[in-house]
């Protein structure tokens, strides 16, 4: 993690069956705005891909609120909970242009 200290912890990670991260998940408390875990989520995002080579997925939350960004690809969306291995798994494969 970039920081001071060059220590820094993501809250979870998802993993898939290839032993890839498929998502990181930076929780904040719930008396607060799940938001102001996204720079810090895309830090942690950062620093997985150039370790494993691939993206993964950000959520950041709060508890109540949580929101999913598919940052190389889409804005962040307020979303109703965390989606499966296999959605995730869907979500991060790569777009084929014909």
Request: hydrophobic share 35%.
């Amino acid at each position: 993690m970039p920081n001071p200290t060059g220590l820094g912890y993501v809250d979870y990670v998802l993993w898939g069956d290839d032993g890839l991260p498929l998502a990181v998940v930076e929780a904040k408390r719930t008396t607060r705005d799940p938001s102001v875990g996204q720079r810090q989520a895309e830090l942690y995002a950062d620093c997985l891909e150039a370790q494993f080579g691939r993206r993964p997925i950000i959520f950041y939350t709060n508890g109540y609120k949580h929101w999913l960004w598919d940052d190389a690809q889409y804005p962040p969306r307020e979303v109703q909970g965390f989606y499966t291995k296999d959605q995730l798994e869907l979500l991060i494969q790569p777009v084929h242009h014909p």
